[in-house]
């Protein structure tokens, strides 16, 4: 089993940054990729940014130049840092972890962005 605990969402106003925050703990030697998904009111849950286990990032093409997807092994932590950030940017920002079996779920945390 592997936990994952978000933190570093709020309310912030257009054309602002927050940077996010994804500790992972239990049994993550098997994760081999981690993600953050979004889900705004109304609309399916998407894949924002990823980062494998090589160090390998993947971004939306609505993020890309924007944010950015980092890893700090020693504190088994991902972060996603926001900059520019739109209204369009709200939603519910979901931390994944894939290990061969299945893919984990972190409780989410809203971000606001206020135009």
């Known amino acids: 089993q592997v936990q994952l605990v978000e933190s570093g969402g709020g309310l912030v106003q257009a054309g602002g940054s927050l940077r996010l925050s994804c500790a992972a703990s239990?049994?993550?030697?098997?994760?081999?990729?981690m993600a953050w998904h979004r889900q705004a009111p109304g609309k399916q849950r998407e894949l924002v940014a990823s980062?494998?286990?090589?160090?390998?990032?993947n971004y939306a093409d609505s993020v890309k130049g924007r944010f950015t997807i980092s890893r700090d092994s020693a504190k088994n932590t991902v972060y996603l840092q926001m900059n520019s950030l739109k209204p369009e940017d709200t939603a519910v920002y979901y931390c994944?972890?894939?290990?061969?079996?299945?893919?984990?779920w972190g409780q989410g945390t809203q971000v606001t962005v206020s135009s």
């Open positions: 239990g049994s993550i030697s098997g994760i081999r990729l």
């Open positions: 980062i494998t286990s090589g160090g390998r990032t």
């Open positions: 994944t972890a894939l290990d061969p079996v299945r893919t984990y």
